[in-house]
């Protein structure tokens, strides 16, 4: 299982994610840029990361994020489920 897993990381390849512009009210902006500059990452590693959190707490498989195997780094420092991780 361990050489599949492996072997689909490899595998798989990064692609885009194109997000149209959505409107927020300033509150939840300003959180938003305050919380990522916090945690050291720029607006949209932060948004995505916190939503690879709820895709793997609701048990979608997941192999990374920004690539393969990154998130087990993530699941480390931020103590995320370890089900679902592929990374």
């Known amino acids: 299982m361990e050489q ?6 490899k595998a798989e390849r990064t692609v885009n994610l194109m997000l149209r512009g959505a409107r927020v009210t300033s509150t939840f902006r300003e ?5 990522s500059s916090r945690c050291g990452m720029s607006v949209n590693e932060f948004v995505l990361t916190a939503t690879a959190k709820q895709l793997v707490e609701d048990g979608k498989e997941l192999s990374g994020i920004f690539r393969p195997g ?3 780094a993530l699941r480390q420092l931020h103590a995320w489920p370890e089900a679902s991780l592929h990374g």
Request: hydrophobic fraction near 45%; glycine fraction near 0%.
């Open 4 to 9: 599949v897993q492996s072997e689909h990381r």
């Open 70 to 72: 990154d998130l087990k």
């Open 31 to 35: 959180a938003v840029f305050d919380a």
